[in-house]
């Protein structure tokens, strides 16, 4: 096996278009002896790659690629084979823990859940609403939904909500607004037909390096597909592309407008698709007429020839594939500016046949389930929650009162911080992440967790820096630990089999959820348990039933099939003829103004009679919240390195991952850096309105006046929630508290800076 630390991705096997992805099986196995291989996928990116862990003597050994699996046809990526060592690492939690005197001490799990269950019924007296849950992107499909039941329907408050929302809730609100419902329409295996490839704000060779080994196979094969890559930095995709575009960050919108209106203007387009599936091109031709190519070029800081170059390749493909991810999510105007890849797809018949396809990707491994089952404020089954009859058909599954439930509009998780804050919310379950690190302007952040009116539960397999202000610590058990199932960008669904036991007394999160139910002792209209399963296996069957005739419809996606392999819900492609879920009954939303946010009504949505035609949104581009000025001249964006994952509980208890990016950096471009003569490794500091960071400077190939941070670097390593001792390294010590205000999701993307040296 080659080492998949200096080379990411592994050996090519090219391939043409139309041809079947070669298998190539990659494994690490660190014993020579007879061992078991237990199924599941990767949770360290949301691609999915399909695995086996090989267990020796009750521990993981190793790892293998699943070479029959759709996903990845056994490859695996630098996190998928080295990432399972973090299980076994020495400091997991092992023991409930909880506050007193100021310190985290040990207890009993009845201790622990009788200290929540008791403070819980207090507070219910005073209303649902003093109850606030944020959970993640990586839990199990049968976890999430247990949560969303007990919240919504147990406690019955709207401030649930998942760190999906700083992930990807952005895609699911363009393929809301666009197409009805949530759900890819795409499939990865568009990339194996494709004559092009549309990578917008996603840089998949680090954060999916197995589809970028699809992509990259394509291109050493015959008929190779053209490439175009939309990120300010010159990323491995970036180099890769045939047609790089270095948009200054946050001119996302002005681009895609100006590639629309030359579509338009070229005729590159599909009238007969056009009229037959979509509404809205009149107003789509309108707004995009104020975008000629010169003035997208001004403001996006891009040579209008370049504009031109993707144009013509979007509008004379045979067979697009897009991808959005982050460069466009987290920023202002996210909804809008992924719309506007949805209506490139629209506009030129681009879906629902082999090659023509776009995700709106995920990030995190589960993210699709959080979305899907309501964990993420969204009502479960992809429901709509300003539907009474929507609401009712919940009612009657559960067996409660309809207007027990949650009445309005779900609370999004910036609002759940706030609400803390300012002490509406009185306790705050936090399940599977570690917002200390990980939400914007993290003095507040701190500062909020550490309030003692705040009872903060954390939920975690590490002790984070969000476990560290807790009241009380949960240990959970990871993956490999427990079953369940997760589903990838692709809605590709895989059972995860339990390979190992927990550390200690750590518990499966759906274990501890269902512990919490029973103690609080929720019930339906009948007097029986509200919750009535403990097994994964049960919670999928109770899930299958809520998903019963909506789109992410599981009902044939029983354990026993999913042994075989990864399937996908909905089938390979959606939206094949040409319907798509907008029926105003059928529909997830009803709407939402695409400036301000503002939903929109029954009525409204009725009159426009989509009738399963897509929406073409239209909206014209408005410059970011935050601008450079005298003071904050540069632009902060910040992301992901190849090796790490997020606040890298996991990644740096991996000796392989840490020692490829065991510290933080800063990335600033050459002429930049001549400019305040800054030398490659001169430790530097970022400062914003917010707050700095410091961290070595990195000479790197990005847009001059635009400055890069990894997010991936807290402080749990040095022992404390924040930078008590030594210099602050987290990226979100300077970021933004802001949000686009269709999906709301935080725009880590566009802090306005300064550089020194430090
Ligand atoms: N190795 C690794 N892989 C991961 C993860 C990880 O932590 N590590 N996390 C997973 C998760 S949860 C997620 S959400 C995904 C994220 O995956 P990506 O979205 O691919 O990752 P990011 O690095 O956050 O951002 C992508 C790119 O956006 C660019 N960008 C910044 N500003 C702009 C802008 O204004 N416009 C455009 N067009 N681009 C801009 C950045 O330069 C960056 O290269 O990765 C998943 N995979
Ligand atoms: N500046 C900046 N900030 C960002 C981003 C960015 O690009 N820039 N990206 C945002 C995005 S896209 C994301 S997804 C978030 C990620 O942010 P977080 O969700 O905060 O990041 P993680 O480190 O993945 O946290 C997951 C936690 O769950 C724990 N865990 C893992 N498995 C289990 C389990 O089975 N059970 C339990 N109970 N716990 C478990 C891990 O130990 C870890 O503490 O960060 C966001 N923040
Ligand atoms: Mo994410």
Redesign the pocket.
Known sequence: MNDRIADPWGERTPYGPGERWPVRQDQLLTVDADVEWVPTASV???NGDAMELAVLEGQIVGVRGRADDRVNHGRLGP?DLYGWQANHSPDRLTTPLVREGGRLVPASWDAAMDLIAAHSRELLREGPERFGFYTS?QLFLEEYYTLAVLATAGIGTPHLDGNTRL??ATAASALKASFGTDGQPGSYTDVDFCDALAL?????A???TVLWSRMLDRRRGPTPPAMIA????Q?PVAREADVHLA?R????LALVNALIRRLIDRGWYDPGYVDAHTIGFEDLQRVTADYPVERAAQICGLEPRLIEQAAEILGTCQALVSTV????Y??HQATAAACQVNNVHLLRGMLGRPGAGVLQ?N??PT?QNTRETGADGDLPGMRNWANPRHVEELAELWNVDAATLPQGRPTHAMEIFRKAEEGDIRLLWISATNPAVSLPELPRIRRLLSDPALFVVVQDIFMTETAMLADVVLPAAAWGEKRGTFTNADRTVHLSEQAVQPPGQARSDLDIFCDYAARMNFRDQDGKPLIQWSTAEQAFEAWQACSAGRPCDYTDLGYERLREGGIQWGGERLYIDGRFNTDTDYCETYGQDMITGEPQDEAAHRAKNPAGRAFLHAVPYQPPPEQPDDDYPMLL??????????TRTKTARVPELDRAAPRPWIEISAEDAARLAVQEGDLVRVETRRGAMEAPARIAG?RPGTL?APF?YGYWDAGTAGPHDGPPTAANEATLTAWDPVSKQPIY??SAARLIKA
Do not use: I
Not at 230 to 233: A, E, F, G, L, M
Not at 325 to 328: E, I, N, V, Y
Not at 637 to 646: C, L, P, S
């Open positions: 360290l990116h949301s996190k992107g992930c990807t917008w704000g996603h840089n998949v680090e954060t999916q939309v990120d300010p930095r990323t948009v960050p946050g001119t996302n991810l982050q460069g466009f987290q920023s990707m990030g995190q993210a964006t910040t992301g992901r390195t190849v090796y790490h994952f997020h990005l890069f991936h993307k566009l």
